[in-house]
């Protein structure tokens, strides 16, 4: 029975490690994928979904206005049977396309795998991580460390100097030059005060390697 899938953690688990790993599979075994990816992340170029360690795959670009239960269906039309959706970065969904999802599956009866982040920098949910919590039917978190050794949950958004910053839009793509993950306790050391407080040196070093 298809279901609907979400992989969450902080940055730099392996999220989309994760996701190419998954369609390698599937390809492996004669089975078509298709993968999306938010129009927002360029990172890597238009419609690239690459990891950390080097793994890439081309990916469907979407934007927020756009319908993926339409967009699936249309895949299959032009390209025949579809085994699995894979959808990159995930907690850029809006609510409507998290319940696109949920109709690829129940009504298609297509597997979704959705990799993506639970909370921003400021420790509050993404809407589509809400969402995808609150709608899907396995939560699967993909575990990371804080350099404290601790498991980490959170995510701090840190300036070109260093400094984490709490106050800002939701969403601003970057990578480890801009982010770190950390402990839900080192997040509160962190964060405390005025929001500008720099971050230890240990920190830095394992935000950019891990």
């Known amino acids: 029975m298809a279901k609907l899938y979400f992989y969450y953690s902080a940055m730099n688990a392996g999220k989309t490690t994760t996701l190419l790993q998954s369609a390698h599979n599937y390809h ?14 360029n990172r890597y170029g238009e419609g690239v979904v690459a990891s950390r360690i080097g793994l890439k795959a081309a990916g469907r670009r979407f934007s927020s206005e756009e319908d993926l239960l339409a967009m699936t269906q ?22 409507a396309q998290v319940w696109q ?8 009866g297509i597997p979704v795998l959705a990799y993506g982040l639970r909370t921003d920098f400021r420790g509050e949910l993404f809407e589509g991580s809400k969402y995808l919590l609150a709608w899907a039917d396995n939560l699967d978190e ?69």
Do not use: W
């Open 28 to 41: 492996e075994r004669g089975m078509r994928t298709l993968i999306l990816t938010p129009a927002l992340d």
């Open 74 to 95: 249309g895949d299959i039309a032009e390209r025949g049977a579809l085994h699995c959706v894979l959808v990159d970065e995930a907690q850029f969904l809006s609510r």
């Open 101 to 108: 999802l949920s109709d690829v599956v129940d009504r298609l």
């Open 142 to 210: 993909i575990k990371t460390i804080c350099h404290t050794g601790r498991k980490a949950t959170m995510v701090v958004r840190v300036d070109e100097q260093g400094h984490a910053v709490t106050q800002g839009p939701q969403v601003e793509i970057g990578g480890n030059d801009r982010y770190v993950s950390v402990s839900r306790a080192e997040f509160k050391k962190i964060t405390a005060g005025d929001g500008r407080i720099e971050l230890q040196q240990s920190v830095l070093p394992l935000g950019n390697n891990a």
